[in-house]
C-alpha cells in the first residue's frame, strides 16, 4: 500500500479494522527559519506525542528527499548481493555493521525479527577507509552514504535547536550542544529490508515494541507497516497505523531527548508490523545520538551516560524473550507508560487489501 495523502480513519488488518493515528505536520522549512508558530508547534507536538510529520517539499528540504531516493536504490542493491559479501565484516559494533534476519526479537510472542539490517555510523563514514561491506564500498556508494548522513545530522540538528528555542535553553543547556559532530556518538544511519513473511524464515515476524535509543529518529519509508501507540491516560490506547505522506518524514523523540528534557517530552512507543506478508518493505532511520559522555538522569533515576544507555538497551533488544520479559519495562520502552496491553500478533499468511475508498497516490 503507498503513500496517500489523505490516510482513512481505520484500515482492514488481519481480519479487523485498526485505527491510523495522526500527526502533526511541521514545515521544515519554517523551522529553519525559525518561525515562532512553527517552533511552538514543534515543541507541543513533542510535549504532548512525541513524534510527528516533517514536511521536507520546501527548496530546503529537497536535497533531502534526493538523498533518501539515492539510498533506497543503495539498499535495494545491498539487499540482493549474496549474504557472505553482506556480511563481510559482520556486526563490528552495535551501531556499525550487517544484523541478519532473526537477530532480535519479533512483534509476535516467540518469534525473532523479519528483517535485515545494514548500519554505518556517523563516526564511521569521516574516516579514510571506512569499513563498509563490499555491495556499497565504491566511491559514488560512499558518496551517497555520506551526502546521506550530512543531510540527515542537519536536519535533525535544526529540529533540535528549534526545540531548544522553544523551551527557552540557552548556552551549554542547549540541546544541540551535546551533539557536536567532532565528537564521539553512537549517531548511525541504519537501512532495514523487512523480507516477505515466506522468505523471512519460519516464525521471524516485525519488529518488536520498543522506544528508539536516540535522541531523535528520522525515519523515511513509503510502505505501510509501521504502528504507534499514542501517549495518554484516557483509557487504552491501542497500536494503530500512521501512514506514509509523500514528501514527509516521520520524526520520533528518543530516550535520550526525553532524558534530557526532565521528561517533558514524550519518547514514541512504536513497532513495526507486515502490512502486507508478500512484499519487501525497505525503511532508512537515522539516529541522533548524544555524544558519548553525556550525562542523563534515566526513566529508573540513575545517572548514565548516553554511551551506557545505548549499550544496555542494545543488549536488552537483543536478549532472548524470557530474559526481556524479567527485565523492567523501562529498558525497551524507554520508562514511558502504557494503558492496555496489546492484542496478540499470530503469524501473517495473506495480503491485507488497501480499503476501496482510498485512493492511493504513488
Not at 120 to 146: C, T
Amino acid at each position: 500500500m503507498a503513500p496517500i495523502l489523505d490516510p482513512p480513519q481505520t484500515v482492514e488488518w488481519m481480519g479487523k479494522q485498526v485505527p491510523v493515528w495522526t500527526m502533526q505536520t511541521i514545515n521544515y522549512g519554517l523551522l529553519l527559519s525559525q518561525d515562532p508558530s512553527e517552533v511552538e508547534k514543534v515543541v507541543q507536538a513533542c510535549l504532548e506525542d512525541g513524534y510527528f510529520y516533517l514536511d521536507l517539499q520546501s527548496i530546503d528540504g529537497r536535497r533531502m528527499l534526493a538523498d533518501q531516493q539515492d539510498t533506497l536504490k543503495l539498499m535495494k542493491r545491498f539487499f540482493d548481493a549474496p549474504i557472505e559479501l553482506k556480511n563481510e565484516f559482520g556486526l563490528i559494533s552495535s551501531h556499525l555493521g550487517y544484523e541478519p534476519v532473526g537477530s532480535r526479537t519479533g512483534v509476535a510472542a516467540g518469534s525473532k525479527d523479519g528483517y535485515e539490517m545494514l548500519k554505518v555510523s556517523r563516526d564511521e563514514i569521516q574516516r579514510d577507509s571506512p569499513k563498509i561491506p563490499s555491495p556499497v564500498k565504491n566511491s559514488g556508494d560512499l558518496r551517497i552514504l555520506e551526502n546521506a548522513i550530512g543531510s540527515c545530522n542537519t536536519v535533525t540538528k535544526v529540529i533540535l535547536s528549534a526545540l531548544s528555542t522553544g523551551m527557552g535553553l540557552t548556552g551549554a543547556a542547549r540541546f544541540e550542544n551535546s551533539h557536536k559532530n567532532h565528537r564521539p556518538s553512537t549517531t548511525t544511519l541504519s537501512m532495514m529490508h523487512y523480507l516477505p513473511t515466506k522468505l523471512a524464515g519460519e516464525n521471524r515476524i516485525g519488529h518488536q515494541k520498543h522506544t528508539d535509543i536516540s535522541t531523535l529518529t528520522l525515519l523515511f519509508s513509503e510502505q505501510w507497516g509501521l504502528q504507534v501507540r499514542p501517549p495518554g491516560t484516557c483509557g487504552a490506547r491501542e497500536m494503530g497505523f500512521v501512514a506514509p505522506k509523500p514528501g514527509c518524514a516521520f520524526v520520533h523523540v528518543g530516550d535520550s531527548l526525553r532524558f534530557a528534557s526532565g521528561m517533558k517530552f514524550q519518547s514514541c512507543i512504536h513497532r513495526v508490523v507486515p502490512f502486507d506478508p508478500t512484499e519487501h518493505r525497505y525503511s532508512i532511520a537515522y539516529f541522533l545520538r548524544a555524544e558519548d559522555d553525556t550525562m542523563f538522569i534515566d526513566s529508573e533515576g540513575r545517572a548514565i551516560t548516553a554511551g551506557q544507555w545505548h549499550d544496555e538497551k542494545f543488549k536488552a533488544f537483543t536478549d532472548p524473550e524470557l530474559w526481556q520479559a524479567m527485565a523492567p519495562k523501562s529498558m525497551i520502552l524507554g520508562g514511558m507508560k502504557e494503558d492496555g496491553a496489546d492484542e496478540p500478533i499470530v503469524p501473517p499468511t495473506a495480503v491485507v487489501p488497501a480499503p476501496a475508498d482510498v485512493a492511493v497516490k504513488a
